[in-house]
Nanobody, 115 residues
Framework: QVQLVESGGGLVQAGDSLRLSCAAS????????MGWFRQAPGKEREFVAT????????VYADSVKGRFTISRDNFKNTVNLQMNNLKPEDTAVYYC????????WGQGTQVTVSS
């Protein structure tokens, strides 16, 4: 079965950029619908972005639209999240996930944005 490992999180200042990567192993994710979610302390895990297998019809939460970009590289078996103009409210643990055909979560990576 597929395993997901996120990387690229860290401590940055408001206005900075980060690129998160999700490395999949165990099987190819080329035919999977993938997504990114995040969870801040005391809050529910929320949707950030999703990408279909063709990589074209991406969908974003309103809170990140225009700042974040989700992409995939099926040859490398990875999904990425480019985050620009980060804000303190973006602080959360970010999770990569398989949405279709079966829900699978990564372990998460911490993103902290200071003022």
């Amino acid at each position: 079965q597929v395993q997901l490992v996120e990387s690229g999180g860290g401590l940055v200042q408001a206005g900075d950029s980060l690129r998160l990567s999700c490395a999949a192993s165990g099987r190819t994710i080329s035919n999977y619908v993938m997504g990114w979610f995040r969870q801040a302390p005391g809050k529910e895990r929320e949707f950030v972005a999703t990408i279909p297998k063709d990589g074209r019809s991406t969908v974003y939460a309103d809170s990140v639209k225009g700042r974040f970009t989700i992409s995939r590289d099926n040859f490398k078996n990875t999904v990425n999240l480019q985050m620009n103009n980060l804000k303190p409210e973006d602080t959360a643990v970010y999770y990569c996930a398989v949405l279709i055909p079966q829900r699978v979560w990564g372990q998460g990576t911490q993103v902290t944005v200071s003022s």
